[in-house]
């Protein structure tokens, strides 16, 4: 099936640094989301857009819907080593009510 | 709240074999979906079930695959004679249709290995 292209596939970073990762497609999407998945878990909710330009944050994550809405893009502050794991957006459109198009995934690894 | 659990949490076959994997969604949501999810992949969409209308089977990869939710709560998901290309990780999630727009809330999965 369709997914999205998420960029980098994967990243090692020290602890304190910011992360920058984004996710694109060739398709718009009216509602965005950004999920994190730890090993052995299924994948938790961190932010959800909802309008092109729209920009939020939920701690020291912040998340922006690309005004073309084909892209969106995650940042992470001052990582910590918990903000391991795979960080993967999902993009959602009205009329296809029952599914997420998932993005590929980016790995992030934290160094101390 | 209780989260959306899903049992087993491994599940060891051998090829041939029919399993099935069980979900409980959040209570009071009336979505529930099945995805899968291949080792170092993203999530692939299965089926969506809403209410009581009719599953959207679109994302089923063959006819050995089935779901079903009864009564609008736990669903189990089918693989008849499992096959090695079986193996994965088979999340469910659960969204509240009327709220915000499609925020699934997902279970931690089912390893399904397929020797």
């Known amino acids: 099936g369709q997914q999205l292209n998420q960029s980098p596939q994967s990243m090692f970073i020290q602890e304190g640094e910011d992360v920058s990762m984004n996710c694109t497609s060739s398709?718009?999407?009216?509602?965005w989301l950004w999920y994190k998945q730890d090993p052995g878990e299924g994948p938790v909710l961190l932010i959800a857009l909802y309008k092109a330009g729209e920009l939020t944050s939920n701690g020291r994550l912040t998340a922006q819907f690309g005004i073309t809405r084909k892209d969106s893009f995650l940042n992470i502050s001052a990582s910590i080593p918990s903000d391991v794991g795979i960080y993967f957006c999902?993009?959602?459109?009205?009329?296809?009510?029952?599914?997420?198009?998932f993005g590929t995934g980016t790995r992030l690894q934290v160094t101390l | 709240g209780a989260g959306v659990s899903q049992s087993p949490s491994n599940k060891v076959t051998e090829k041939g074999k029919d399993v099935e994997l069980r979900c409980d969604p959040i209570s009071g949501h009336t979505a529930l979906y099945w995805y899968r999810q291949s080792l170092g992949q993203g999530l692939e969409f299965l089926i969506y079930f809403q209410g009581n209308s009719a599953p959207d089977k679109s994302g089923l990869p063959s006819d050995r695959f089935s779901a079903e939710r009864t009564g609008g709560s736990v669903s189990t998901l089918t693989i008849q004679r499992t096959q090695q290309e079986d193996s994965a990780v088979y999340l469910c999630?659960?969204?509240?249709?009327?709220?915000?727009?499609?925020?699934?809330?997902f279970g931690p999965g089912t390893r399904l290995t397929v020797l």
């Open positions: 999902a993009g959602w459109n009205t009329g296809t009510a029952s599914k997420l198009t």
């Open positions: 999630a659960s969204s509240f249709v009327g709220g915000l727009a499609n925020e699934q809330f």
């Open positions: 398709s718009i999407f009216n509602t």
